[in-house]
């Protein structure tokens, strides 16, 4: 969300900032709205005080015995209480169209994320690891886990339909194993909060994350208007929803493990098979809130901290710095952690890992006061996987298949396996 003052006094930055990502400018557009509110406020204003003025001197006109000026007077005030409440429902209609204007342009890119319309233009910042040579046709998940009976998409389409999956027996612990693995690294090693957030949030928590009103068709609704949490992040960046925190409180670092839940409305076609893309998924979320001069450092921190489950994993990834035209609606700079998949021959993004600047603090009246003064700024908010639960399932399948269709267990998982170390059918 923008500050419309920022806009007047930058609309040239503004714009410039659109364009990277590919959009049309909007600053006359929007400043447009606004003028026409301050003009209206002006015109309220000036009503409001001749209103006050004239019913001073209807006393005035009273005191003097002038009747037919009171009369006068008073049929003014009257005329007056009219305009201004109708004044104060179009003030009404023109605030809520200018912040609905505002609520669905994208955060601004920083300076230094390179331009480019798609994922084609995603800069490699590093790769960790060597893909393993297998001496035979590599699998993909899907094929192994249905191979070991131990992974079944179609019950799961009888039961809820397309895009859902039970898993089951020692596949199903290998899942929860993974979590708690993230879980414990996050909370034991780089202090995390463990937190156990609601699954279902209120429309102004969507609001502030940047799901709605845009994003609407991504997500879940309950028949009685609840919304179901398309990741944690939602959750647990709007725990600082409309406070002043100290400085000395921050940075918070919260994680959560929890379902996830998207209707995948534009995936239509894409990763059909497999869970890769699913309606109903878990994930490891990692979130941050920061002052703005830390938030950057933290940036790099989050990013290190999800890498490090899969450096742990032993799985070969790579980092990519996203381009103005991939990055999510509220990132201000994003990093995606592909992790490599010999089954389908290919990297594919893991985590995500995003710094949202004030954009979402604004959306949530999100704010710190700083150490040693009386100033109140906007928080810095960053999210990021670490990681999605389910592609990590099915990364350890792929790269720990074996010739003879079992699975290795990684080193990192196996005391959370009761010491399996292998998949079998």
Same mark, same amino acid.
């Given at each position: 969300m923008f500050d419309i003052k920022w806009i007047r006094d930058n609309a040239a930055a503004f714009d410039a900032g659109l364009k990277s990502r590919g959009l049309e400018p909007l600053a006359d557009k929007v400043i447009a709205l606004d003028e026409a509110r301050r003009q209206h406020l002006t015109k309220l204003q000036d009503a409001q005080s001749r209103r006050n003025s004239a019913s001073k001197e209807i006393g005035k006109a009273k005191g003097a015995k002038d009747d037919a000026l009171a009369a006068k007077l008073m049929a003014e005030v009257a005329e007056l209480k009219e305009v201004i409440q109708q004044g104060e429902e179009e003030e009404r209609t023109l605030t809520r169209a200018l912040d609905d204007a505002l609520a669905v342009i994208p955060n601004l890119p920083r300076e230094d994320v390179p331009v480019g319309s798609d994922e084609k233009g995603n800069v490699e910042v590093r790769r960790v690891g060597e893909p393993r040579v297998l001496d035979f046709k590599p699998k993909q998940h899907f094929e192994i886990g249905e191979a070991l009976g131990l992974m079944d998409f179609e019950t799961a389409g009888k039961v809820s339909g397309a895009r859902f999956v039970f898993l089951k027996g020692a596949l199903a612990r290998l899942d929860r194993a993974i979590g708690s693995f993230m879980l414990d690294l996050h909370t034991g090693t780089f202090g995390y909060t463990e937190t156990n957030p609601p699954l279902l949030v209120r429309d102004d928590a969507a609001f502030g994350?940047? #799901?709605?009103?845009?994003?609407?068709e991504d997500l879940f609704q309950t028949t009685n208007g609840y919304w179901l949490i398309p990741t944690a992040e939602v959750s647990l960046t709007n725990v600082v929803r409309d406070?002043?925190?100290d400085e000395a409180e921050l940075?918070?670092?919260? =994680?959560?493990?929890t379902p996830c839940f998207r209707s995948e409305a534009g995936a239509a076609g894409r990763d059909t098979r497999g869970m890769i893309r699913q309606h109903q998924f878990s994930k490891v979320e990692l979130v941050s809130i920061t002052t703005p001069e830390e938030s950057l450092a933290e940036h790099?921190?989050? =990013? #290190? &901290?999800?890498?490090?489950?899969?450096?742990?994993?032993?799985?070969?990834?790579?980092?990519?710095?996203? &381009?103005?035209?991939?990055m999510g609606f509220a990132s201000r700079r994003t990093y995606d952690i592909e992790v490599w998949l010999p089954g389908q021959d290919a990297y594919r993004e893991i985590s995500s890992c995003s710094v949202c600047g004030d954009f979402q603090a604004r959306r949530m009246g999100a704010r710190y006061r700083a150490a040693g003064g009386k100033d109140v700024r906007f928080v810095h908010t960053l999210n990021g996987s670490g990681l999605a639960v389910g592609r990590t399932l099915v990364a350890v399948l792929e790269n720990y298949q074996q010739a003879d269709g079992s699975v290795i267990i990684p080193e990192a998982l196996r005391p959370y396996m009761g010491g399996l170390a292998k998949l079998e059918k």
């Open positions: 994350t940047g #799901n709605l009103p845009k994003f609407a406070r002043i925190l940075p918070m670092r919260m =994680t959560a493990w790099e921190r989050m =990013t #290190n &901290c999800a890498e490090e489950v899969l450096k742990r994993l032993e799985l070969p990834y790579r980092t990519m710095l996203l &381009c103005t035209g991939d």
